[in-house]
């Protein structure tokens, strides 16, 4: 496995170490889709610090991930855009719109606590 | 002053150029011409959107055309240094070149931002297509 996955409780953890080609971010999608599964995971983070270039093909997977992961009752955050990432996120016209995003690994596992708490609470939403 | 200009050829990095026929070639090729454009001494800012615009027109040609080669060298205007960013394909070609280039449009399904998002990224962005022969997308980036 090219990205390291690591389990904390409820969390299941993945840090992008390198560039990662379209069948690693494939790989990393369907892995963690089924780790949420095995673990009966709540909440998926990816660290993508160390990600060189966000371009479309990374922000769909990253979006199918997220949707995937919630179909079967997990919610997805991702963490460690850097700047000069963002900038070019930006002016590619990538949002993420519909991932949640969070500046690190603490505020990524903050938000995620606070979603699968409103999770337990309301089940149907 | 012919050993002055000598003496920055020396110097000025070489071009590179990557033959793009899988995923992993997408990376080679990004990851090579972000090299080139920070022994260029481009910023990270300039790195990072030199580097995505490799990414996505090394897949544009992958995924339309099968493969693709992608050149990235150092180009000069007067005082101003940049880098130039060649992206060739032998495939099908763009029947609608405006078309393509609206925000949105996509002839494969996907978000469709490729060569829009191409033209926002660079400062200047050309490209030729010949209906069964191929495409051909030059873009630049000059350092301030």
Redesign the interface.
Known sequence: MAVPILKQGDYLIATVQTALSDRDLGDLRDALVDRVGRFRSRGVIVDVTALDVMDSYAARTLRDLAHMARLRGARTVIVGIQPEVAFAMVQLGLTLDEIATALDLEEGLSYLDEMVRADRRAPAR | MNHVKAARERVRPPSIRVRVDS??A??EA??RG?ALAERAGFG??D???I??AI??LA?NALQYAKWGDIVVRCVEDGDRMGVLVMATDAGPGIPNITQALQ?GYSSSG??G??L???K??MDEFEISSELGHGTTVIAKKWRL
């Open positions: 995923d992993r997408i990376v990004r990851q972000r990270l800012t790195l990072a959107i580097a995505t990414s996505e897949r925000d996907s978000l931002l490729g829009p998002g191409v926002r990224l």
